[in-house]
């Protein structure tokens, strides 16, 4: 049994409520979440072109908050929004409230053919406008972008397909969207109070610039799962290394206590998301047990998720105030247990569109091989949200606005 009844939270879109919340959206977002929304597209991109095309719009995910930006960008467009999200996201009073702004659930981890069938459903409809972010969950980091997952280009290739042997096939574009945050002031005592805090949680000296003084808080950090996994780590090992150490022996201790069998060559994300599936199912077996062994997997599975994407010299290659904020908040979640942790300031939300990639033309390519067209299609998606994601670091360091 799961801690959830519902398998599958369809879209139950309420245009009024969606209208409204367009309207208010922009100054509510300001006063709560410290965000406004400014938005670049590449030359040849006119937003009036999504307006009537079924569009599937992917962008990356550098936090929690980019579900707001795209509705923010609803909202320019005046156009409702369906939003792919994970199915955790929808308890109580906040999932029904998604569900009527036009978002649905998936199970990550495994197949899930309700979402899939929506999916189908949605992208049919003649004026549909579909946000995925590909990269299946938040990178937590500001500059960089994860490796795509087929599963959005395949599944619209897929449904393009479906309508055209039904002869109802026009088009279908595939937006690819890169998005950058900025604080708009200085943020060196924010980062003064977080290093302090960290300090002091972990033991660290604060001896030192604050760069120095975050690689001791990081050691500390790194040290500390090493020795909660029993991982002694080699002479010669860099921090790389011992990270990929640690996310391994994760893995292979939650694999080994949920009784699964890892694939060859499947990426870390996946096997999270299979495992974390696994324990929401079977969260009623665990809590029989009497033990907290639901909550230490549930926890060692997003310390995976936490440290996916991060890497040594992620600050020094960029010290900005945004990279030196995302490792902290990546240290406060792990620290801190905190599963989003307040916005840090004011943040400019830099969206920018790029050019619009009609479906149709790969059709006769993905009849010959699907593999190969989606792995092609997918790749250069995911350069072009990175290529934009880099003039917008360009930009933005300039103190370029639009």
């Not at 801690?3 to 209208?19: D, I, Q, T």
């Not at 792919?84 to 197949?111: M, W």
């Not at 899930?112 to 990178?139: M, Y």
């Not at 449904?159 to 002031?185: F, I, N």
Request: hydrophobic share 35%; with cysteine; glycine share 6%.
């Amino acid at each position: 049994m799961s801690r959830r009844s519902c398998p599958f939270y369809p879209p139950k879109l309420n245009p009024p409520l969606v209208r409204l919340l367009q309207t208010l959206g922009p100054t509510v977002v300001r006063w709560t979440h410290q965000l406004e929304l400014i938005i670049s597209t590449e030359s040849d991109v006119q937003l009036s072109t999504l307006q009537n095309q079924p569009c599937l719009l992917l962008c990356n995910h550098p936090t929690f908050h980019d579900p707001i930006v795209l509705f923010l960008f609803s909202a320019r467009l005046r156009k409702p929004f369906y939003y792919l999200a994970a199915h955790e996201q929808f308890s109580g009073i906040q999932g029904q409230l998604y569900q009527r702004l036009g978002a649905y659930s998936v199970r990550r981890g495994q197949p899930d053919r309700a979402s899939v069938a929506q999916t189908f459903q949605v992208l049919a409809q003649p004026d549909s406008k579909l946000v995925i972010f590909p990269e299946g969950g938040c990178s937590f980091q500001n500059d960089t972008v994860m490796p795509f997952r087929p599963g959005a280009v395949q599944m619209a290739l897929q449904s393009l397909a479906k309508q055209a042997r039904a002869g109802t096939a026009s088009d279908l574009l595939v937006v690819p969207m890169s998005l950058k945050y900025r604080y708009t002031r200085s943020m060196t005592a924010v980062i003064e109070q977080t290093l302090s805090q960290l300090e002091r949680a972990t033991g660290a000296s604060g001896i030192g610039n604050s760069y120095q003084r975050l690689r001791e808080v990081s050691g500390r950090v790194i040290r500390q799962c090493e020795l909660e996994y029993g991982l002694t780590p080699p002479p010669t090992a860099d921090w790389n290394q011992r990270i990929t150490n640690i996310k391994t022996e994760i893995l292979q201790q939650c694999e080994q206590r949920l009784g699964v069998t890892p694939i060859p060559g499947i990426a870390n994300r996946e096997r999270v998301y299979h495992m974390q599936q696994l324990l929401e199912d079977r969260y009623s077996v665990f809590l029989a047990d009497g033990t907290d062994s639901w909550e230490v997997l549930h926890k060692a599975l997003g310390r995976v998720l936490n440290f996916d994407a991060i890497y040594d010299g992620y600050v020094a290659e960029k010290p900005t105030p945004e990279r030196f904020l995302d490792t902290l908040v990546r240290l406060e979640r792990e620290v801190f247990n905190i599963d989003q942790p307040t916005p840090k300031g004011y943040r400019q939300a830099f969206l920018r569109v790029g050019t619009p990639v009609p479906l149709k033309p790969y059709l006769n390519d993905y009849a010959k091989n699907r593999a190969a067209t989606v792995k092609t299609l997918v790749h250069e998606l995911q350069q072009t949200v990175q290529t934009n994601l880099n003039l917008l670091s360009e930009a933005t360091a300039r103190g370029i606005s639009w």
